[in-house]
């Protein structure tokens, strides 16, 4: 068997799995959670009211296909939710009126960047999506050790070498117009 087109196969259908869309039906006044295009064991649920006011937050551990969130007291009215794990986020705009919950509009998938830390050594990837992105290396003390921005690419790869840093605590940055991740790190 040639491996190589195996493991093709396999990256190929591993990344398909991480797009799949359709995270999120309604069934009446409940969400309702396909679990199942979040790979990391915790999922947090956000509700925001029109002023961007959390109104409900819950977690949950290894999130089942089918998995009902009731938000039969919300008013009526239009919300956010966001569905959030350690790889991306998904959210949705719903409208609450007449004791039904209704999708408005298609859901938008963010993915969060990727940062690994061994030893002395930071990776970060980050499927962008053709979003400018800043990365930043920070002290303690927020001074700037390293600034990088990266425009018109799909995706962002870097490898950093911080063995010349003395040890302490480090905060790599990660930042596009909407959001900013962030991870301490220690060496």
Known sequence: ??????????VFFSISSLLTAGGLTTQGTKLVLDGSIFKSGALT?????RNEVNVFTKTIVNTPKGQKINLEKLPAGTYTVKLSDEYKSLIQKVEVKKGQIQLEGDEQITFKPVIKAYHSKVYVNY?????????????????VLFIEKAENTQKVEKSFNLSNLPTGNYFIS????EELFERKITI
Do not use: C, E
Request: hydrophobic residues 45%.
């Open 127 to 143: 499927l962008n999506q053709g979003k400018p992105v800043i990365i930043r290396i920070t002290d303690i003390n927020n001074n």
């Open 174 to 177: 990660v930042s596009t117009d």
């Open 45 to 49: 649920v956000h509700v925001y009211d």
């Open 1 to 10: 068997m040639n491996y190589r087109i195996a493991f093709i196969f396999a």
